[in-house]
């Protein structure tokens, strides 16, 4: 879970914590794929993000994890 969480918060999220790049079929989209034009930034992802960040601080208790959900919030 780790992996995939460096993954999406190095490769995948936007600085304003903003997350899904793919207008079509609401995706997340590839690594670096982050256009600055058409950017489609989703609720229900973000939700998804801060859940996940609380879950990872409660059973990692890394600070790291706390940081994103804040940047997402």
Same mark, same amino acid.
């Given at each position: ?16 914590g903003?997350?899904?790049? #793919?207008h079509?079929?609401?995706?997340? *989209?590839d ?8 950017? /489609?930034?989703?609720?229900?992802a973000?939700?998804a993000v801060?859940?996940w960040?609380? #879950?990872m601080?409660?059973?990692?208790? *890394?600070?790291?994890y706390l ?5 997402? /919030?």
């Amino acid at each position: 879970m780790e992996r995939l969480w460096d993954d999406m918060v190095a490769t995948k999220l936007y600085v304003t914590g903003g997350l899904g790049s #793919r207008h079509s079929d609401e995706a997340i *989209g590839d690594r670096y794929e982050l256009p600055s034009r058409a950017r /489609l930034q989703r609720d229900c992802a973000a939700i998804a993000v801060m859940q996940w960040a609380w #879950r990872m601080f409660l059973a990692t208790g *890394g600070a790291t994890y706390l940081d994103v959900f804040e940047r997402v /919030l």
